[in-house]
């Protein structure tokens, strides 16, 4: 069974930065995409970022594009989140996750096999 991490998540004014970082443990981990999902209150869980395992490959949502980065370090099993120009709609729980197999980019929650705890984000103006 694989498990996932984060951490990194606190509080920080508009215009600050975090990052974000998602460790994988248990068995063999070789997946084929990693995630990031945000929650922020009475709202749907989003997508925000993913990156291919094996190539680096990155995607972002429109949102979030040119100021976050997401990266990835194979030999920790581990992920990363850079955040910065952060804006109070950011201000949301963060998930990372993982599949083991093919999907497309932006995929909503559902195509994914591991889930993190989360790792609360806000942002004050």
């Known amino acids: 069974q694989v498990q996932l991490v984060e951490s990194g998540g606190g509080l920080v004014q508009a215009g600050g930065s975090l990052r974000l970082s998602c460790a994988a443990s248990?068995?063999?981990?070789?997946?084929?995409?990693m995630v990031w999902f945000r929650q922020a209150p009475g709202k749907e869980r989003e997508f925000v970022a993913s990156?291919?395992?094996?190539?680096?490959?990155?995607y972002y949502a429109g949102s979030v594009k040119g100021r976050f980065t997401i990266s990835r370090d194979n030999a920790k099993n581990t992920v990363y989140l850079q955040m910065n120009s952060l804006k109070p709609e950011d201000t949301a729980v963060y998930y990372c996750?993982?599949?083991?197999?093919?999907?497309?980019?932006?995929?909503?929650?559902?195509?994914?096999?591991?889930w993190g705890q989360g790792t609360q984000v806000t942002v004050s103006s």
């Open positions: 990156i291919t395992w094996s190539g680096g490959n990155t």
């Open positions: 248990g068995r063999t981990f070789s997946p084929y995409v």
């Open positions: 996750a993982a599949s083991t197999g093919w999907v497309p980019w932006g995929a909503s929650r559902g195509a994914y096999d591991y």
